[in-house]
Structures are given as C-alpha cells and as structure tokens.
C-alpha cells in the first residue's frame, strides 16, 4: 500500500520503484499446461504457456527463470490488442516437497513483483522448505512490463510534489495547480496502457498467470498494496485460493480506496514517531552523534520547529536545485518510519546536519530528484482509474485545514487534493467490497505501530473478512511485518500457515 517513496517499493502505499529485469537465453515449456488449456476465463482466448528463459544474475536467487505474458490491454475485447508483463519464477529447490505456487504480490502502485522476488527468494526458501515454486510479476506501467509515461515535467515528478505537501502556510493553490496540469498531461500522453493501469486488470492479468502456470489454485503473499489486490483476488475468484496471506493492510472502504489509505496516513505516523523518538533520545545514540535530545518528549517538538524554519529558510544541500526545504524533511521523516533502525540513523543524521549552521545536509536519494516519467504515472494512475475522488478544491482546503492542525507531522498532506481530482476518465469497474463470504484460507499479519497502513485501518480489513481470515498482530514498528520489521513470533506463525497449512483458531498477539 507501498508501495510515493519510489527506491523502495515495500516501504510506501502508494509507489513503489521497479528495476529493470535482466533476461537471458534458453527457454521451456511451463508445466501443467493441460491445465491451463481447460481453463478459460469469460470468452478469452486459452492462456498462452510460458517459455522460460535463465535469468540469473549476481546476487540473485539461484536458478531464477524468466519469461513473457501478453495480456489483454482491455479485457473487454480480449483477443485486441495485447500487452505484454514480465514475469519471474524461482522453483523449489526440494521438488518432493513442493506443493504449488507462492505469488509473490508488491505494493505501490508501482511496485515490482519480480524485484521483489529476488529480494525475498532467500528467506522465502529458508523459511518455506521447498513448499512453493515463487512467482511475481511486474504490473503493467512497472519495470520489465510493458511502459507509458504522461510526459509530466520534472518537478512534478519528485516525491515531494507526487505527494500534496501544503505551503508553510497550509495553502494549495500550488497544489491545486500540480494535479491539475499532471492530469492534464496523462490524458494527453497517456494513451490506453495508462489508462488500463487499475486494481482491476491487475486481478485479471494475476488470474491469466495463473492459467498460464497451469495452476488450478495459487497461494499468494501480498504486502501493502498488494494485499489490497489479493483481497480483490480472493473475493473475485474464492475458488482459485489456496493460502492466502495479506502483511500490513489498509482500510477496504470501496467508496474511498486508496484516498482512505493516503488520509489515514496522518494517524500512522502519529502512531510510529514514538518509537523514532525512544531511539534519537536513548543515550546509546551518543557514541554515533545521533542523540537528538534528553527525552523522548524532546524530539518531536524539535523536528517540528526545525521543519518550520526550513519552511522559512531552505537549506543548500549536497543536490543542486533540491535544497532541504520543510515538506523534503518531513517526507524523509514519514519515508524513515517505514523502516528499522537503519532508517532512523539516516534521518537523524539529517536533522542534525539541517541544525548544524556549518554542514550541508545530504539529501536521502527518494527526496533527491525526480522519478522516471512511467514510474509517476503509474502510481498516479492506478489510484485514480481504481475509484472517483471528490472533484472540488474547495474540500480539500477545508480538510487539510483540519489535518494539519490535528496531525502535524504530517502538515495535512494526506488529506490534500490529487491529480484524481481532476482525472478526466471514470473508473471502468466499481470498487470489489470486500465480504466474509469465501474459504476460510486467509492469514493477516500486522504491526501495531505501521505508518503507512495503521492498524485501525487493518482492523476494518479484518471485520469484512470475518471467518474467512485470521490475523496475527505484532507488537512492533515499520511497515511490512512478515520477514521484515516484525518479530520472530509473527514469522512464525505465517510460515506455519504457509508451509504447514497451521491457521490459528484465533488472532494471535505477538508481543514485542
């Protein structure tokens, strides 16, 4: 539901950057096909086989494979014109104890299945004993799939200006203006890929993999915004889901999608600064020159002071024509509470260089400059072709008036306007609500203090799936618990489930 932050798809909602996939030589025919030629889905033509090509590279998982999946560009005329996804697969490497398929789905918008394959491939192999061939794929718009941009300038291609950041006065006339002229330019330049690019033709194009995998049923793990298309997945198709897992999810509202994740992200990092300032005041940091104050209770009045007297007077930093402004510190404060220690280090480090008159702070590289023309429009489009925003300013003025006042960490960024806003195409399909009705095969992992998914809004995921999930609630910070900013207790209840079949008879709370 990371997957605007762009370098790291798993630590935003709403972007997630994608590497270009590395392809080489040699192919074979995808097994299972028998099943795949039975499979038709709603008059398509049968689902290609996959010809897999070798695509190992330094670092990467061992024996990663690679292949091409046309799609339909609409799948209301399914045999027109077709598009084509990358898509990675890395086989279990103990074939007698393999059971299916693992689909690994990324968050974002934006974010890369196949990236996030490789990354992932060494603990999933670890952890899974050969249970799973993995799988991802790159959404179209994203990566080694098929790319259109809408030609957007490139100020308006940062993180800080894709994300609303009001003026230090808390007005969006600037704003206004952004969203207006981004949507103008992805409905001149756009053209049909950009206008395809929804929630909906990703559970399509997932479902054509599957065939194409030969696959009856896929188990999946989806993480922010991805759980989001696994939930879709689930309650379109109940019948083609095995197990099931959905780590560090939003609220499934269908009237308000993706505007209800960005808002609730004012309460997330309000739940997450705690801990950010536990650590920049523990005497520990002293030995680094990361200490920013005596107390806890210190080290949210100082970011917000510093943030407002960058408002005044931005900072040169090592990035000519970026200097540190207040909105560049504060979406490096909400881009850190997404992840680990590692994070905070980085962040303190900036304030400190922003406080000290004689440093020239060093900007983190997703404040530092643009991002890639498709990479922006692929964010902003799946969010505004997936469901429609209120159309009038004068809303959003009124909101992020409220916000900031109740959130200021956030300074009423996530309830300002969008390029949604002025969006020129309805959404195709209506938003899926999200129901109990379905298999009981869905395990939900969660950290209590997540910033771009708050568990309060996970809560309300959980209530729609009634008895057909169960969730497991970690007490820990940082988005994205399965594997990575959660604890050892929550790994393993996933990987029970997942290997095993072992679903609690309850929701679980792992303790800190």
């Known amino acids: 539901m990371t997957s605007y932050r762009g370098l790291k798809a798993q630590r935003l909602l709403l972007l997630g950057l994608s590497g270009a996939m590395v392809a080489v030589t040699v192919g074979a025919v995808a097994p299972g096909a028998r099943a795949a030629d039975e499979d038709r889905q709603g008059g398509a033509p049968t689902a290609p086989r996959l010809t897999w090509r ?66 992932t491939a060494g603990p999933l192999r670890q952890q899974l004993a050969g249970a799973y061939d993995l799988v991802g794929f790159d959404p179209r718009g994203v990566g080694g799939s098929a790319r ?10 940062e993180l800080v200006t894709l994300r609303s950041w ?201 404040v530092a400059g643009p991002l890639p023309d498709p990479d922006a429009a692929v964010a902003v489009a799946t969010i505004c072709n997936d469901v429609e925003w209120p159309r009038d300013p004068e809303s959003y003025r009124r909101a992020v008036a409220v916000d900031r006042a109740r959130h200021p960490l956030t300074a009423g960024m996530p309830a300002n306007i969008t390029p949604c806003a002025f969006w020129k195409d309805r959404p195709a399909d209506p938003p899926v609500r999200i129901t109990d009705r379905g298999p009981a095969d869905i395990m939900m992992i969660q950290n209590l203090r997540d910033p771009a998914t708050p568990y309060f809004g996970t809560k309300k995921m959980r209530a729609a799936l009634g008895q057909r999930a169960r969730m497991v609630t970690v007490d820990h910070g940082g988005h994205g618990a399965y594997l990575a900013n959660g604890n050892a207790c929550g790994n393993r209840a996933v990987t029970a489930f997942l290997r095993d079949g072992r679903r609690p008879r309850q929701d679980v709370y792992c303790a800190g």
């Open 54 to 119: 070798s695509c190992e590279r330094a670092g990467g998982p061992a024996g990663q494979e690679c292949a091409d999946l046309p799609v339909p560009l609409d799948y209301r005329d399914p045999a027109g014109p077709q598009v084509t996804l990358a898509v990675t697969r890395v086989r279990s490497d103990r074939p007698a104890a393999r059971r299916g398929t693992l689909l690994v789905i990324p968050g974002g918008p934006g974010g890369s299945g196949v990236d996030r394959v490789v990354r």
């Open 148 to 157: 259109a941009g809408c030609g957007l300038a490139a100020g308006d291609r």
């Open 166 to 366: 009001p003026a230090a006065d808390g007005g969006i006339a600037e704003n206004i203006a952004r969203a207006r002229r981004i949507a103008a330019a992805c409905a001149r330049n756009g053209g049909p890929l950009v206008r395809s690019m929804s929630t909906a033709n990703e559970v399509r194009d997932i479902d054509r993999l599957r065939q194409a995998l030969g696959e009856r049923k896929l188990s999946a793990w989806g993480t922010s915004y991805g759980t989001y298309v696994a939930a879709v997945y689930a309650q379109t198709h109940p019948d083609r889901t095995d197990r099931w897992v959905l780590d560090s999810t939003g609220d499934p509202n269908p009237a308000r999608v993706a505007r209800g994740w960005l808002t609730n992200m004012a309460q997330g990092a309000d739940d997450r600064f705690p801990d950010f300032a536990a650590w920049a005041a523990d005497p520990a940091r002293a030995a680094d020159g990361l200490r920013l104050a005596q107390r806890a209770d210190q080290v949210r009045p100082l970011v917000l002071r510093l943030a407002a007297e960058l408002d005044r007077a931005p900072k040169p930093s090592n990035v000519p024509g970026a200097p540190l402004t207040g909105n560049r510190l504060r979406q490096a404060l909400q881009n850190a509470l997404y992840g680990d220690e590692s994070a905070f280090a980085g962040l303190a480090s900036l304030i400190n260089e922003a406080r000290d008159p004689a440093a020239t702070p060093r900007l983190p590289g997703d």
